[in-house]
């Protein structure tokens, strides 16, 4: 059972534009959601980060949005820029659970010069 | 400044033989997790450790798999009598604390190869 799910394993954008990632999940208690960006031959690197009790969260460029009655949370990326090319991953916990997160199964984002 | 150290990146064994994946946490973290990224798939959580504990292996096959976290030294992921199943990346991770909304540092994987 695939509790966290990101739909789209690809996107490509152009750059300046806005790019936008989406993720969505089943269960309920997850009250804790997280970004990861992967470039190639390295590990996940921590994005940005939003708790059930938030439904926005911004850093720099990029910004999470959480719908907890949709079960849904999205990554916007503006503006994006080639570096920002990289496979995605949408993650979720339950407090107490730390370090036990629950990964999607990422999109690969391209942005094109 | 070293982040999490993971070795080897590549490893190959054949049907049978022993994997033993290592894992230098981060200075000063004492937490550390395993993940499992399989082809097309995202990362699944196998194990958290502390020093000399293993906390949660809830994610850990129950059979050929171990993890250890010793008082001196890395982490240790063996994998005995691996199969051609086991092969995918082994990501592992670190944490200063066990907060709720802790951050996990993660290495940058070791690639399992089953020949």
């Known amino acids: 059972d695939q509790q966290v799910k990101q739909n789209s394993p690809s996107l490509s954008v152009q750059e300046g534009r806005i790019s936008i990632l989406n993720c969505d999940y089943t269960?309920?208690?997850?009250?804790?959601f997280l970004w990861y960006k992967k470039y190639p031959a390295e590990g996940p690197t921590f994005l940005i980060s939003?708790?059930?009790?938030?439904d926005k969260n911004e850093d720099g460029r990029f910004t999470v949005f959480l719908n907890k009655s949709a079960k849904h949370l999205s990554l916007h990326i503006v503006p994006s820029q080639p570096g920002d090319s990289a496979v995605y991953f949408c993650?979720?916990?339950?407090?107490?659970?730390?370090?036990?997160?629950?990964f999607g199964q990422g999109t690969t984002l391209q942005v094109k010069p | 400044n070293a982040g999490v150290m993971q070795n080897p990146r590549h490893l190959v064994r054949r049907r049978g033989q022993e994997a033993r994946l290592r894992c230098s946490p981060m200075k000063g973290h004492s937490h550390v997790y395993w993940y499992r990224q399989l082809p097309e798939e995202g990362l699944k959580f196998m194990v958290y450790?502390?020093?000399?504990?293993?906390?949660?292996e809830s994610g850990m096959p129950k059979e050929r798999f171990s993890a250890e976290f010793p008082k001196e030294g890395p982490s240790i992921l063996r994998i005995q009598q691996v199969v051609r199943g086991d092969s995918a990346a082994y990501f592992c991770a670190s944490s200063l604390t066990t907060g709720p909304n802790e951050k996990l540092f993660f290495g940058s994987g070791t690639q399992l190869s089953v020949l």
């Open positions: 269960n309920s208690m997850f009250d804790y």
């Open positions: 993650a979720a916990s339950v407090s107490g659970n730390t370090g036990k997160l629950i």
């Open positions: 450790l502390q020093k000399e504990n293993i906390i949660d």
């Open positions: 939003i708790s059930s009790i938030k």
